[in-house]
Every structure is written in C-alpha cells, then in structure tokens.
C-alpha cells in the first residue's frame, strides 16, 4: 500500500457544465478518500510499469491513501512480472478470462470502498485522475469522456460509437457521452449492486454504465483526452454488434417501455399507413391489419416486461 506526500497539492476544479447529472446537495454517505486501483492487463508487458509509474505518481500528489492491483489476464508475455517489479499486487489469471472478470476479481480483492479502474496501455492519461477524485464526495460514479479533441479513436469506430452512444442516451433518457470509457471512479457498492448483470467481456463498462443511468444513481463526466493506443487492441468490429444486443438488452431489462413503445409505435404507424392506402383501392389487405395486430401485440408484451420489471425492483 502506497501513502500519500505529507504536503499534497490541491486538486484542480472540474468543469461539471452538461455532462454532470446531479443536483447540487447529495444525500450520499461520504467515503473515506482511500481508492483501490484496479488495472486489467492481458499481454501488456512493454507497457503496464510505465502506466503504474504514472498512476501512482499522480496519486502521490493527492490527498488520496491507495493501493494499486495489476490483474494479469492469462498474459503470454511479461506483464505480469513487469508489474511485480513495481512493488503493486499482482493477481493472475490462469487462462485469459476477460476484461469484465479481471475486473471483478481485482475489484473483489481491493480493501477501498472507491474503485479507479484504468488501462493499461496508455490510452487514458493518469494526470486526469484528481479530476475524477474530486467529484467523489457527490457522486457514485464518475467516468472519463472520451469528448475532447484530442481523442484518438480509430475512424472505423467512430459510427458505430456515436449511433450506440446516441442510442443508450434516448433509452436513458440521459445525456451519456461516453458509454464504455475505462477510466472511471466508482463506488464498491454499485458493483455488488448489479454484480449479476455484470458480463466477462469488454462490455462489463457499458452494462453498468447502463445500468446505473437507468436507476437513476449519481454519474458525473470529466472530459479527458484520449491517446494512440500502445500495442495491439484487442477491441474486434463484430463487438459493435455485441455492444449493440448489450443495450437494447440492458434498457429492456430495467426499462422495457423505452423499447416496446416506440417498435409498436413503428408497425402501428406502418400498418395504418398500409390500411388508409387500401381505402383509396377498396381492398383491405391482411399486411395492414397483420401491422396494426402486431402493434398490440408489441405494446401488451412491453407492458407486462415493465410490471416485471417493477416486481423485480421491489425484491
């Protein structure tokens, strides 16, 4: 475990502007300002030192007591030893697992109630750290936003991103701009919270993002810079989809009326516009009524999926 300076400095003051959805008072318990590190590694040998180096020299200028886990992620190379040799806990997978499960088990083995979970490529900038730190008194989570200009995110992801990002905010009914960024600070107790939603892949970020939109918990968003990844990624284009089954999967699941609605919506809309074409030719066909059925049906399945909901909420 790591102690801070004797003389920390002061931590600079965040612009909240549109992307902190929170009132100004928060009802929340104040935590300790202990945080837990937890940095997934799978085959990042080259580069997980220099990355706990940076973290835990901003840390060390903070007013913050830490302690940093590397969970080695059934790594082919040296990571798991480059991190040991930086004096950090090192956990080690046997078989690569996936980013969400080495997450959850350094989370699991961290002795803070506050969470920080971080790359280890060098992707997102440590020095952005106190910026989330210092929205933890009033919020439960705080994440960094891949918004600001210098953000190197590859053009071929850069659609499927704003389409599920401007997605999950209507489901959300909340301006998300950032759904799967993994550098955020979060409370022990929201993982526990929805620890049986959580998946073993990349989206574990984008579920409980969700998941903590939808239930209305306190997120802030700290805009961040975004660097050229080092090394390979291990991101895939047939994630998009995942990601994509991942959100209308999870809103379904809290909020079901935000989908059933607006697909019955669009039958309805089909099927009566199929049905007054068939007037003008005195010729009711089965496809309008089979739309107008097929919205009924849609909205009758969403209804009973939101008591469920509700139910299950009340548990």
């Known amino acids: 475990m790591h102690k801070p300076l004797p003389e920390p400095q002061s931590i600079p003051q965040v612009e909240q502007k549109l992307f902190t959805h929170v009132e100004e008072e928060s009802h929340l318990p104040l ?77 699991a083995a961290a002795q803070y109630d506050w969470i920080l979970i971080i790359d280890a490529d060098g992707t997102y900038p440590s020095s952005a750290i106190p910026d989330l730190l210092a929205l933890a008194d009033t919020h439960e989570m705080v994440i960094g936003a891949r918004i600001k200009e210098k953000r190197e995110i590859p053009l071929v992801r850069r659609p499927a991103k704003w389409f599920l990002t401007r997605l999950a905010s209507y ?48 997120i802030a968003y700290v805009p961040i810079d975004y660097h050229a990844r080092l090394g390979d990624s291990k991101i895939r284009p047939r994630h998009a989809f995942d990601f994509l089954l991942l959100v209308l999967r999870t809103i379904v699941f809290f909020n079901p009326l935000r989908v059933f609605i607006p697909v019955g ?46 139910i299950a909420r009340r548990r």
Not at 174 to 188: E, H, I, T
């Open 31 to 107: 935590l300790d300002h202990a945080v837990s590190v937890v940095i997934p590694a799978f085959n990042e040998g080259p580069y997980v030192a220099s990355q706990i180096r940076a973290v835990a020299g901003v840390l060390r200028r903070t007013d913050w007591v830490f302690e940093i886990i590397v969970v080695d992620d059934g790594s082919m190379d040296e990571t798991g030893g480059q991190a040991l040799a930086e004096g950090v806990r090192v956990l080690r997978n046997r078989r690569n697992r996936g980013y969400g499960a080495s997450l959850v088990r350094g989370i």
């Open 265 to 310: 919506a669009l039958m309805a809309a089909v099927g009566l516009g199929k049905f007054i074409y068939d007037l003008t030719l005195r010729n009711i066909s089965e496809s309008a009524l089979l739309g107008l059925l097929g919205a009924m049906i849609v909205w009758a399945v969403g209804l009973l999926a939101d008591q469920n909901a509700r």
């Open 171 to 218: 489901l959300t009914r909340q301006n998300l701009p950032d759904l799967n960024s993994g550098l955020r600070l979060l409370r022990r107790d929201l993982v526990d919270a929805y620890g049986y939603l959580l998946p073993t892949g990349f989206s574990f970020t984008t579920t409980i993002t969700l998941a903590a939109a939808s239930n209305g918990h306190e």
